[in-house]
């Protein structure tokens, strides 16, 4: 990733000393090259791999630096630093969105600052001001090296990631620190406060039919098609991260189309489901195919890592993703990745309805029952119904069309926090594409009826009529069943005689777990286990935070099995206390 920070001070010894410091400690892991631009009462400091698509500029007292792919129009063509002087640049217009993974940084001694990201803020974009001073930052954790930011825990914001699994109205874990908003700008001048304009918004438009069902899905695939086009490269090998199941296969097919070379990566073990069915999709498509066991041991350096740097914005379930970034060290430059496409294809349907938010959403945090006895009282008053009534707010808020609400909502929260958060630890490794990170992608979507995107209806059909070969593959569910979109008939008839057999074979003791996820957030794995006994020397921390005895109950000791029953939904809350004892070690005294 580009883990960056810049700094707006006019007091230049104090600002010279700032930067000196954060340039020894902004790169989270080794071979990353640090770099700076400096002018007048503005610099920058970040930590990048070498390959990263990084563009900058200074002139006289302008500077403008972007980090990924800011792509402005209809065509493949990359936005430049100059070039973002000027859009930015224009007084009395708002600052122009772009699609691409990316974030932006414009800075004239005049105008003043202007901040922005990817059109659904996947990445992530901190700021804090004070004292005729800002900081903008992808990871709030080096603002406390100046000191007019001492780092204080917000009782808001976290309540806010206890509750949603995600932040809620920007306010971050450290007090007057926040995250820019999705679709958001930051805007500031000196001696004013940092100002939050909205750039882009998906469109609310009341879902229609296109004459057919046929015409939806031909509608949604030329929008990825397109998407696909214009921000793949055309130019050498392109990588992907496949997975065995539906998002990734798309995208392969699209990248099959186009003739050029293909390097795959799937993490996971040469037994699981996911990495056979991937394999088959790999071998399809003649692509070179690496398979990444993800190690139980690197699970506490990831922990480590998010904990510092992410602040639990993006939850605590997915830090074994960090262990993928020496393997996507070996990809292009740059490779595709299809994190939050199950938000949009349907899967918020299963967000069922939840009495704390009065909608239809189910959290992933902890539910509010358990944190009214968990939270201390004298701490957290009146906090839990404040963020009833903000996330009430946000859900009723998130379209005026109640079809839409939930997958604009989750896209928001949860979708950005978990699966949205991924892609900035990867491109430490390789530099991600998200053909999701596309206006027209997403107006299309948004014009599209439930019943056309529902348990991916439409994905479905993308890939039995323009991927058939593809669709013939097993296919991973996260789960026993692998069954071929288009299955032969002997695939159908072992499909039938295995689900017949399964409340047999349900109960009888298995060695070896070939579903990836289960193994990857089996919170009583070994992985795991080395991450419960990393937090455990920093628990009473939280004691002026929690009541022990409910959290004991909630994150038993590392001896102590965890009994759960979905081996991935039920365990969210609990490892994200285990992030917030390891983030204590540094933040709460």
């Excluded at 529902?454 to 296919?475: K, S």
């Excluded at 032969?488 to 009888?508: F, T």
């Amino acid at each position: 990733m580009a883990n960056f920070i810049a700094i707006v001070d006019a007091d230049g010894e104090r600002r010279r000393r700032f930067v000196r410091r954060v340039s020894t400690e902004i790169a989270p892991l080794d071979r990353l090259r640090v770099a700076e631009v400096e002018t007048g009462d503005f610099a920058a400091v970040w930590a990048a791999q070498d390959r990263a698509p990084i563009n900058t500029t200074c002139v006289s007292t302008s500077a403008a630096i972007i980090w990924g792919d800011a792509i402005p129009g209809p065509g493949p063509e990359r936005l430049d630093a100059p070039g973002l002087l000027r859009a930015w640049g224009v007084e009395g217009k708002p600052p122009a969105s772009f699609d691409g993974f990316h974030a932006a940084v414009r800075y004239d001694a005049r105008q003043g600052l202007a901040v922005g990201a990817d059109v659904l803020g996947l990445f992530p974009v901190y700021y804090a001001a004070r004292a005729g001073t800002l900081i903008v930052g992808s990871s709030p954790e080096l603002f406390r090296e100046h000191p007019c930011f001492p780092a204080e825990l917000s009782v808001a914001g976290l309540t806010g990631v206890l509750v949603a699994h995600a932040i809620v109205d920007g306010q971050a874990l450290l007090a007057g620190v926040r995250r820019l908003r999705p679709g958001h700008v930051l805007g500031w001048r000196p001696g004013g406060d940092p100002v939050e304009t909205l750039q882009y918004t998906i469109p609310v438009s009341t879902p229609h039919h296109r004459g057919s069902f046929r015409a939806d899905v031909d509608a949604l695939d030329a929008a990825f098609a397109d998407a696909m086009n214009r921000q793949v490269p055309r130019d050498g090998t392109t990588g992907i991260l496949l997975s065995g199941g539906r998002d990734s296969r798309q995208l392969a097919g699209y990248l099959g189309e186009r003739g050029g070379r293909v390097q795959t990566l799937t993490l996971g073990s040469a037994t699981d489901y996911e990495v056979v069915c991937a394999t088959a999709v790999a071998r399809a498509l003649g692509s070179e195919h690496r398979v990444m066991n993800v190690d139980a041991a690197d699970f506490a350096t990831g922990a480590t890592r998010q904990a510092r740097w992410e602040h639990l914005a993006s939850g605590f379930s997915s830090i074994y993703t960090w262990s993928a970034i020496a393997a996507l060290r070996d990809l292009p430059s740059r490779f595709i990745c299809g994190h939050l496409r199950e938000i949009c294809e349907g899967e918020p349907t299963r967000f069922v309805r939840d009495e704390f938010l009065g909608g239809e959403w189910k959290r992933r945090g902890i539910d509010p029952a358990t944190l009214e006895r968990l939270l201390q009282p004298k701490v957290f008053d009146g906090q839990l119904e404040q963020m009833r009534r903000r996330l009430r707010a946000s859900y009723a808020g998130a379209g005026a069309i109640e079809s839409q609400r939930p997958w604009r909502f989750s896209l928001g929260h949860e979708g950005r926090a978990h699966a949205g958060g991924v892609p900035w630890r990867l491109s430490f490794g390789s530099w991600p594409v998200l053909p999701i990170l596309d206006r027209t992608v997403l107006e299309v979507m948004s014009s599209l009826p439930p019943s056309s995107l529902v348990g991916r209806r439409a994905q479905d059909e993308i890939l039995r009529r323009r991927f058939p070969d593809l669709a013939r593959l097993p296919l991973d569910r996260n789960s026993r069943d692998t069954l071929p979109l288009l299955p032969s008939i002997g695939q159908r008839i072992v499909h039938r005689v295995l689900r017949a057999v399964e409340p047999i074979r349900r109960h009888v003791p298995r060695t070896l777990e070939r579903r990836y996820y289960h193994r990857m957030y089996d919170i009583n794995g070994a992985g795991w286990g080395a991450v419960r006994r990393l937090a455990e020397p920093h628990r009473e921390r939280l004691s002026q935070l929690f009541d022990m005895d409910v959290l004991r109950k909630l994150v038993p000791p590392p001896d102590t099995p965890i009994v759960v029953r979905n081996t991935i939904g039920d365990t969210f809350g609990t490892k994200m206390l285990l992030g917030l004892m390891l983030w204590s070690a540094d933040h709460v005294a």
